[in-house]
């Protein structure tokens, strides 16, 4: 399995503030994709978003956007605004096929 | 909507006991999954099934197997329960096509004894 690290077990922030988590992963491939994914307290793991190692540009998904740094094999998440509704759960996964690899994960808590 | 389907949310077997946990999805996907969530370890895969009767093994496959008879199904078994097994296991479901986004039920809590 690839490795994937997530650094920062637990992160606090106060609602409409930025928050960034930290992901960085090990693989030999030039072609994979990476994700985050969001679990909250319901625990219904949910897709928050998606980038491709191939694409240079960045992806957001309205609050949320990431800083890909393919040669540092860093896929860091930016949760711009906090919102209550932001906290649970947040894996960052790696994949160069069918399967994914996840990280720890870091809990988020946004405090009001 | 994906829907991933687990039959079970909350479960309470005793140590021997053969588990059954049951996943069914309803859109067409050719691959399906078997995780175990831990705290401080994040998923590990178990198992996935890129088409009916097929298996591969994941990260941590001792002690369970699978069995995947139609496409829409993938079910994950324990012949003997140990108590190292309770754990939070998710079902999950994506197209055939590598880097494609997968999706996930909502996960059954499975407490040996």
């Known amino acids: 399995a690839q490795t994937v690290t997530q650094s920062q077990p637990e992160m606090s922030v106060q609602e409409a503030e930025t928050v960034t988590l930290s992901c960085t992963y090990d693989t030999s491939e030039n072609n994979y994709y990476l994700f985050w994914y969001k679990q909250p307290p319901s625990r219904q793991m949910i897709l928050v978003i998606r980038q491709e190692a191939y694409k240079q540009q960045n992806a957001t998904e309205n609050r949320f956007s990431v800083n890909f740094q393919k040669a540092a094999k860093s896929f860091s998440l930016k949760i711009s605004d906090s919102q209550l509704g932001d906290t649970a759960m947040y894996f960052c996964?790696?994949?160069?096929?069918?399967?994914?690899?996840f990280g720890a994960g870091t809990t988020v808590t946004v405090r009001a | 909507d994906v829907k991933v389907t687990q039959s079970s949310r909350y479960l309470v077997k005793r140590t021997g006991e053969k588990v059954f946990l049951e996943c069914v999805q309803d859109?067409?996907?050719?691959?399906m999954f078997w995780y175990r969530q831990d705290p401080g370890l994040g998923l590990r895969l178990i198992y996935f099934?890129?088409?009916?009767?097929?298996?591969e093994k994941g990260d941590i496959p001792e002690g369970y197997s699978v069995s995947r008879e139609k496409k829409e199904r993938f079910s994950l078994i324990l012949e003997s329960a140990s108590t190292n097994q309770t754990s939070m296991y998710l079902c999950a479901s994506s197209p055939g096509q590598s880097g494609n986004t997968i999706y996930f039920g909502e996960g059954s809590w499975l407490t040996v004894v």
């Open positions: 099934s890129y088409d009916v009767k097929m298996k």
């Open positions: 859109m067409d996907h050719e691959n």
């Open positions: 996964a790696f994949s160069n096929d069918y399967k994914l690899s």
